[in-house]
């Protein structure tokens, strides 16, 4: 029971240095620009994406430095292309499922109101709901494996490696467990916390992201072929 002991405390310490790792380097840049992203997400979605990856692996190559300068080219909009397609792959199923299970609902009478149109609304609502629950769990699955493996890589094809993924998690299930409950709480706490800390939900965001690069990162140093560092 005593040799589980110095695995646990490294697990629980990557949660805290994941927690703590967007604010090492000081670099207000860093800040503003991935604020400057999130606010107008529907147009720089892809430069954002990018720099996820960029963060996670500057987190595989060196976990003690901070966060990585925005340096604005041709591969980091090329890896957040790729990294976007990989997300919407994984939310097609669900799209897909959406409006057949809000009809499923709204006919079924799920709605609280009799009123069609407001029903309607209200089908939409439950089915998101439903459906948000497995695609957070498919993508936390998968993802973290997966953006690890092409930050460190730089293949597109790691990225749509479902297979890999999985064997990456059965491979060591309790670094993965820590990491998804590093990533999970640091979406917590940058989308409900942020708020009620009067900080916003839009760094709170941001925040969110790059706890999850570092999460993600530990995988990949977990592996069997460890980057340096």
């Known amino acids: 029971m005593a040799a589980k002991r110095p695995a646990y405390g490294c697990r629980v310490k990557l949660v805290a240095e994941s927690f703590a790792w967007p604010f090492r380097g000081r670099r207000r840049s860093t800040w503003a620009a991935g604020v400057l992203c999130v ?7 892809i430069p954002l994406l990018g720099y996820a990856i960029a963060a996670t692996r500057a987190a595989e190559q060196d976990p003690s430095q901070g966060p990585p300068a925005w340096r604005m080219s041709a591969s980091l909009l090329a890896d957040g292309f790729w990294t976007a397609l990989a997300v919407l792959l994984t939310l097609l199923p669900f799209a897909i499922a959406w409006d057949p299970l809000s009809s499923a609902f709204f006919n079924a009478g799920a709605s609280p109101t009799r009123d069609p149109a407001m029903s309607g609304i ?3 609502v439950i ?3 439903a459906l948000a629950l497995p695609w957070g769990l498919v993508a936390l699955l998968v993802l973290p494996h997966a953006t690890a493996s092409f930050a460190a ?3 597109p094809a790691d990225l749509f490696n479902l297979a890999a993924a999985v064997r990456g998690v059965r491979r060591d299930f309790a670094t993965w467990n820590v990491a998804a409950a590093a990533i999970v709480t640091g979406w917590t ?3 409900a916390c942020a708020g009620l800390l009067c900080v916003g939900i839009v760094p709170g965001i941001f925040y969110a ?3 999850s690069a570092h ?4 995988l990949h140093r977990s592996g069997p072929h460890p980057s340096a560092g």
């Not at 606010?39 to 979605?45: G, K, M, Y």
């Not at 999460?215 to 530990?218: E, G, I, L, Q």
């Open 39 to 45: 606010l107008l997400l529907p147009v720089l979605f």
């Open 189 to 191: 706490i940058g989308l």
């Open 153 to 155: 890589t730089g293949k």
């Open 209 to 211: 992201i790059l706890v």
């Open 122 to 124: 209200y089908a939409h």
């Open 127 to 129: 089915a998101f709901f």
């Open 215 to 218: 999460a993600a990162a530990a």
